[in-house]
T-cell receptor, first 115, second 114 residues
Framework: AQKVTQAQTEISVVEKEDVTLDCVYE???????LFWYKQPPSGELVFLIR??????QNEISGRYSWNFQKSTSSFNFTITASQVVDSAVYFC????????????FGPGTRLSVLP | DAEITQSPRHKITETGRQVTLACHQT?????MFWYRQDLGHGLRLIHY???????NKGEVSDGYSVSRSNTEDLPLTLESAASSQTSVYFC?????????????FGPGTRLTVL
């Protein structure tokens, strides 16, 4: 069965620090998609990134970067030089191609960036 | 611009009452989903639909129902509201069943059952 684990419930950092949010997934499928979503205090869910199982290249978008490692079933998210506006709950999610075909979300990590 | 809207945004109801939460999308997506969000659980899938007249149960479907009579709408009904159904409810849609482009979410409905 598909499962997503985000072991860090809450993280607090001081502004300008780098922070990595961990995501570990379980799947029996060979084709799957991984996602990160941000939920700021206003409550909406904002799509950040999608990665398919055949593409293990790391991706960088401004201060955000993602490290996908199939060998450890991990899809970690790093924010460089964090800012107060990065304070939010971050969710990792998994969607399988052949099984379920539905999203499974991790429990989320609450990031607080202090000024 | 295409969007997903949910109504009401906030709802307070009493135990035993029937409640319907509306979801309307203008993406013209065939695939629509309902989730509930509770502290410590992330988002859990309640029901989903892959097209008109198609509905499927998700992980936590007991006490909920949906119907899909057109592409744009997927209303969620709580047949007899219970305090355990106090939660924030999100509607989402996606272009593909696999959701490989990601899901687009509505703003959420906060439901309180007293």
């Amino acid at each position: 069965a598909q499962k997503v684990t985000q072991a860090q419930t809450e993280i607090s950092v001081v502004e300008k620090e780098d922070v990595t949010l961990d995501c570990v997934y379980e799947t029996r499928d060979t084709t799957y998609y991984l996602f990160w979503y941000k939920q700021p205090p206003s409550g909406e869910l904002v799509f950040l990134i999608r990665r398919n199982s055949f593409d293990e290249q790391n991706e960088i978008s401004g201060r955000y970067s993602w490290n996908f490692q199939k060998s450890t079933s991990s899809f970690n998210f790093t924010i460089t030089a964090s800012q107060v506006v990065d304070s939010a709950v971050y969710f990792c999610a998994l969607s399988e191609w052949n099984y379920g075909q539905n999203f499974v979300f991790g429990p989320g990590t609450r990031l607080s960036v202090l000024p | 611009d295409a969007e997903i809207t949910q109504s009401p945004r906030h709802k307070i109801t009493e135990t035993g009452r029937q409640v319907t939460l509306a979801c309307h999308q203008t993406w013209n997506h065939n695939n629509m989903f309902w989730y509930r969000q509770d502290l410590g659980h992330g988002l859990r899938l309640i029901h989903y639909s892959y097209g008109v007249h198609d509905t499927n149960k998700g992980e936590v479907s007991d006490g909920y129902s949906v119907s899909r009579s057109n592409t744009e709408d997927l209303p969620l009904t709580l047949e007899s509201a219970a305090s355990s159904q106090t939660s924030v409810y999100f509607c989402a849609s996606s272009e593909r069943r696999t959701g490989r482009e990601g899901q687009f979410f509505g703003p959420g409905t906060r439901l309180t059952v007293l």
